[in-house]
């Protein structure tokens, strides 16, 4: 089945722990990208790579780091989580050339 | 740079009613236009897209949404509504000249069905 996987899905963790959040995608896609959903503000992008070892900053990159050695993976880092951190992460995939973009389920992060 | 806007925060409606969902950009160009669904605890679901040709577009689960350039809207609408589409709406915007390709969602609309 083609998907987008992300884990975990639920985190809590403390401020300050170093914390990694998985994404893979079984479909070859080029494109992959993180988003960030918080209330009332929708989903902002946080990092974009359009291929493997291509990377660069969405809209709210601070805080955050991402790698693409490989193209199915594209792990998020949070090298030292703090409470503004806290909210519902998708990691999401698409072709090279084609517009639609393909959500994984969520994981959702609680920063104490 | 591109923008949405979903003027409505939270909706009701009776099953069985019909449904609009409005949704404004802002783009200098023809921009791509998506709506997702994002189920309780689920993720972000592809509802329908319009990227060029016919303005009515027709989605999954019974959903059809119209651009009008003229108003720079994208609205999302169905006929009859049912229990199961309560959940939250989100309109997108990608565009076309942009390397990062990020879509760029509203702040979403919160469906409540009323038996």
């Known amino acids: 089945e083609a998907q987008v996987t992300q884990n975990p899905r639920y985190l809590i963790t403390v401020t300050g722990k170093k914390l990694t959040v998985t994404c893979s995608q079984n479909m070859n896609h080029e494109y992959m990208s993180w988003y960030r959903q918080d209330p009332g503000l929708g989903l902002r992008q946080i990092y974009y790579?359009?291929?493997?070892?291509?990377?660069d900053k969405g809209d709210v990159p601070e805080g955050y780091k991402v790698s693409r050695k490989e193209k199915r993976n594209f792990p998020l880092i949070l090298e030292s989580p703090s409470p503004n951190q806290t909210s519902l992460y998708f990691c999401a995939s698409r072709p090279s050339g084609v517009e639609t973009q393909y959500f994984g389920p969520g994981t959702r992060l609680l920063v104490l | 740079a591109q923008s949405v806007t979903q003027p409505d925060i939270h909706i009701t409606v009776s099953e069985g009613a019909s449904l609009e969902l409005r949704c404004n950009y802002s783009?200098?160009?023809?921009?791509?236009l998506f709506w997702y669904v994002q189920s309780p605890g689920q993720g972000l679901q592809l509802l329908l897209k319009y990227f060029s040709g016919d303005t009515l577009v027709q989605g999954i689960k019974g959903f059809e949404a119209e651009f009008k350039r003229s108003q720079s809207s994208f609205n999302l609408r169905k006929p009859s509504v049912h229990w199961s589409d309560a959940a939250e709406y989100f309109c997108?915007?990608?565009?076309?000249?942009?390397?990062?390709?990020?879509?760029?969602f509203g702040s979403g609309t919160r469906l409540q069905v009323q038996p």
């Open positions: 790579s359009m291929n493997v070892e291509v990377t």
């Open positions: 997108a915007v990608g565009a076309k000249d942009t390397g990062r390709r990020a879509l760029t």
């Open positions: 783009y200098g160009a023809t921009p791509y």
